[in-house]
């Protein structure tokens, strides 16, 4: 019944196809410029993946907003001011590629004073949060940390740090913070004593620290969502509790595994409740493990990945980060970053969010963009958006795409704006005044920066970042990959060719970009989305699909099964929509922006060769 409910419907939406295309709500009216019917509705987790309330899997993808929370110079938020925050969705969206964000959140400006909520810190920050919704983009806010806090550093010092307000570090008392022999900030983590100590103390609740932390958790989000609109709210994915957790130092016989289970799985589950009281009780925690479970230097790993939380379900996303500390390291990896590079690693996370039963999101990735390892970045970043995309290396995508896996929503660090341009008291020092790169512990990962005239500019290559990807899904993705043919230099990367055995698909792709999504229809109406970059113009575009094969898709209809249209949020940023009317089909298409004007002949052969291929391999 429910199936045959469905066709009905889709008669309807196509005899009215017109009504659909002015924005006929099904259950309530879209609000965003640009917005169709099945748009704006909220996520949820449901069978391991994030889906919307048209059915459709949707993946994740974007940006951290930003590191500038980490500093003092705009008082812990991600912007100077809200019409920063609108320039910077605009260009997200309409430069990035991005349909979401992880929004920085700062406890020490939350709770300057304790048991006093900083109101009008938390009226900035939603109100910068609101520009990212304005513009169509989901967001899922992070209460960021490093290193505990700024204040267990001197004036003088090489290092410093986030998160913990003032007063939370007087109460502890903690030696005089020193590294010791560090090339990395990093190494604080386990060798400053100031930091572990006080990292110890937050986790065993000492002077009552993560009870004021929770409640100030509690409060802020309930300030959020009284002061967010239902459907600015519903484009709130969750809440990601605290940022790369680590015990600090072990109790005697405990272990990285024992401290998840008996310290870092009651503190997400006490902040799931405070998530459930502040009316946030439909949103999932995206809850991370201990940072070092997935380490990919062995001296570094520690078992994790939250083994003893049981079936996490709909009320967690398995949230983790991941970067290549030998690729950064300059030593342990001295070449760059090849075709499936990390194809286990993001395998390991996918099989970890399948095993607990939810959705997995890859919150932090990238690599440092200046400094003895920045040509690497490259190659690393293009290695790792192929291990969002699949499971697989290029080199046998094609030959077995069923083991290809589920696309993996993913956050690349980092979207700043005032890259190069801030003017930071490192430590509250006058004489250590910071303004290049990120302006925080040398770092530089920035993907932007604004120009001379204060326009928005991309630091890396745009075909790496403005990719195509799977937005909503109607169905289950079996399959998908996305060559970028992003540049290394001058160096062409192409990892993934089409293959001689589809000699008129690799005609019709030549030198160009394409992406190739396999799925099975749902039961639902609403369309498969694909992300269209700045680098497919609409006119310039070609889509081989099952469900049709076209050049320069035309504008949507409820009718029309290949089309195009604007994302939502008025960016002027472009989706392909491809509507099918099954359920439990197989289908395909090919993206591609190689071909010009390709004759009807060669685009009836391209899609014999990818039936063939898909009724051969699912």
């Avoid at 799925?519 to 989305?529: F, L």
């Amino acid at each position: 019944m429910p199936n045959i409910r469905t066709r009905l419907l889709v008669v309807l939406v196509v005899l009215f196809g017109s009504l659909a295309v002015a924005g006929v709500p099904s259950a309530t009216a879209a609000t965003l410029p640009d917005s169709l019917w099945f748009d704006e509705s909220p996520l949820a987790v449901q069978n391991g993946r994030f889906v919307d309330g048209n059915g459709r899997e949707v993946v994740l993808r974007g940006y951290n907003v930003s590191g500038e929370t980490k500093l003092e110079e705009n008082s812990g938020l991600p912007f100077a001011s809200v019409a920063d925050a609108r320039k910077s969705a605009t260009a997200l969206r309409a430069l990035g590629g991005g349909n979401s964000v992880r929004f920085l959140l700062s406890w020490a400006y939350a709770e300057p004073t304790r048991g006093t909520l900083d109101t009008a810190y938390l009226g900035a920050a939603t109100d910068q949060m609101r520009a990212f919704l304005d513009a169509g983009i989901r967001v899922y806010p992070d209460f960021h940390q490093d290193l505990y806090s700024r204040h267990l550093f001197n004036a003088g010092s090489w290092y410093t740090g986030d998160g913990a307000p003032k007063w939370a570090v007087a109460l502890g008392g903690y030696p005089q913070e020193s590294c010791g022999i560090c090339l990395f900030w990093g190494q604080n983590i386990t060798q400053n004593q100031a930091v572990t100590k006080a990292q110890y103390d937050f986790w065993h609740n000492a002077y009552g620290l993560q009870d004021s932390f929770l409640d100030t958790a509690q409060r802020t989000m309930a300030y959020v969502r009284q002061h967010l609109g239902d459907a600015e709210f519903a484009g709130v994915v969750g809440f990601d509790p605290y940022n790369e957790p680590y015990a600090g130092s072990y109790d005697s016989g405990q272990t990285s595994r024992t401290w998840e289970k008996d310290l870092l799985w009651p503190f997400y589950q006490r902040f799931r409740a405070r998530m459930d009281a502040a009316g946030w009780q439909d949103k999932p925690a995206f809850v991370e493990p201990n940072l070092f479970w997935n380490a990919n230097i062995a001296s570094q790993k520690q078992e994790g990945g939250l083994l003893d939380a049981g079936t996490l379900g709909s009320r967690y996303v398995f949230n983790t980060h991941f970067y290549d500390q030998k690729a950064i390291s300059g030593i342990l990896m001295w070449g760059n970053a090849s075709d499936g590079q990390y194809a286990n690693d993001f395998g390991t996370v996918r099989d970890r969010a399948s095993a607990a039963g939810t959705a997995a999101v890859v919150s932090e990735f990238g690599h440092p963009l200046s400094g003895s390892t920045a040509g690497k970045a490259p190659t690393v970043d293009k290695a790792m958006y192929q291990a969002l995309d699949s499971r697989l290396p290029g080199s046998s995508w094609w030959s077995n795409p069923s083991a290809s896996g589920p696309v993996l929503s993913g956050s690349q660090w980092q979207w700043d704006l005032y890259n190069g341009r801030h003017h930071e008291l490192m430590n509250g020092n006058p004489d250590k005044v910071r303004t290049s790169g990120d302006a925080w512990n040398d770092e530089d990962l920035s993907a932007v920066r604004l120009d001379d005239s204060g326009a928005v500019t991309l630091r890396q290559d745009a075909r790496l970042l403005d990719r195509v990807y799977p937005a909503a899904t109607a169905g289950t993705t079996l399959a998908f990959t996305y060559e970028d043919r992003s540049r290394d230099g001058s160096t062409t990367l192409t990892w993934n060719p089409v293959p001689n055995s589809l000699p008129n698909v690799a005609q019709l792709v030549g030198s160009g970009q394409y992406g190739l999504l396999v799925w099975r229809s749902g039961s639902g109406s609403a369309p498969t989305e694909l992300h269209l970059p700045a680098s497919f113009p609409t006119a310039g575009t070609t889509v081989v699909s099952d469900l049709g094969a076209v050049y320069g898709p035309p504008a949507y209809t409820a009718s029309a099964p290949v089309a195009a249209a604007p994302e939502p949020g008025g960016t002027g940023s472009r989706r392909l929509l491809l509507t099918d009317a099954d359920s439990g089909v197989l289908h395909y298409a090919l993206v591609t922006n190689g071909a010009t004007a390709p004759s009807a002949a060669l685009l009836s052969a391209a899609r014999s060769e990818l039936a063939s291929w898909a009724a051969t391999r699912f």
